[in-house]
């Protein structure tokens, strides 16, 4: 899974969190999501500066960070999955 702009979180963010909930209460996977959270919060906030500047070329590095922390995670899963 990965994103495109802020408003593609929404339904990246349904997905993770029911794997999250299929594999019990993990603290740690619990906090990187919500840390992804706020990275696309912030990631919200510079479309909106870039919207008002007609210029995305800065939105370019914190969407490669997010989906990378997406894909992250998704290993981390996969892993809790695994040892399940």
């Known amino acids: 899974m990965e994103i495109k702009t802020a408003t593609d979180w929404q339904q990246v963010y349904s997905a993770l969190r029911s794997e999250l909930n299929d594999i019990g209460y993990n603290p740690d996977l619990n906090r990187m999501l919500n840390n992804i959270t706020l990275m696309v919060t912030e990631l919200s ?36 999955r695994l040892m399940k």
């Open 45 to 80: 906030k510079a479309e909106v500066e870039a919207r008002r500047l007609h210029s995305a070329k800065n939105l370019i590095e914190p969407i490669e960070k997010i989906n990378k922390a997406i894909l992250h995670l998704e290993q981390f899963l996969l892993i809790a």
